[in-house]
């Protein structure tokens, strides 16, 4: 590929990173489509909203905070879920990988999809806090 057609591309994806943070997208499966074009989660200052990807998953903070006061919010700490939600998708083709559900703010609803850690797609039938290994009943394969 010719250089002017590699800055043309990063350009383009460029312009569609600053376009999809005003796009008006409110519902989680919306924003796990449009997942290519947020950043990656790197340490840093965060606003309610903000989106960012890690681990083979789509976040979204809902809780502001800035990395310098709070150096233990990582995706590695317990610290993250006091901060950050992961996104469910509604279609299989949107399931993300399981996320061990923390509280109200991130519990799976009806409808919603995920992968679990047998590498199958399940879609909840009733809102959850527990996975299929803990409550089989609201979950179903999909």
């Known amino acids: 590929m010719k250089q002017s057609a590699l800055d043309a591309l990063a ?18 499966d919306e924003r796990i489509r449009a997942s290519g074009l947020y950043d990656a989660w790197t340490a840093g200052k965060y606003e309610v909203g903000n989106i960012r990807n890690v681990n083979g998953q789509t976040w979204e903070c809902f809780q ?12 590695d ?3 993250w879920y006091t901060f950050w ?3 469910h998708g509604k279609t299989p083709e949107t399931a993300r990988p399981f996320v061990p559900v923390q509280g109200s703010h991130d519990m799976y609803h009806t409808g919603e999809y ?8 399940y879609r909840c039938k009733s809102d959850t806090n527990f996975s299929p290994t803990d409550y089989a009943a ?3 394969l999909a």
């Open 11 to 28: 350009s383009a994806i460029y312009l569609a990173r600053r376009q999809v943070q005003s796009a008006g997208l409110t519902d989680d």
């Open 64 to 75: 502001a905070h800035d990395n310098e006061e709070h150096p233990d919010v990582t995706p």
């Open 77 to 79: 700490n317990s610290a």
């Open 85 to 87: 939600r992961p996104l």
């Open 114 to 121: 995920m992968i679990f850690t047998d590498g199958k797609t």
């Open 138 to 140: 609201a979950w179903e």
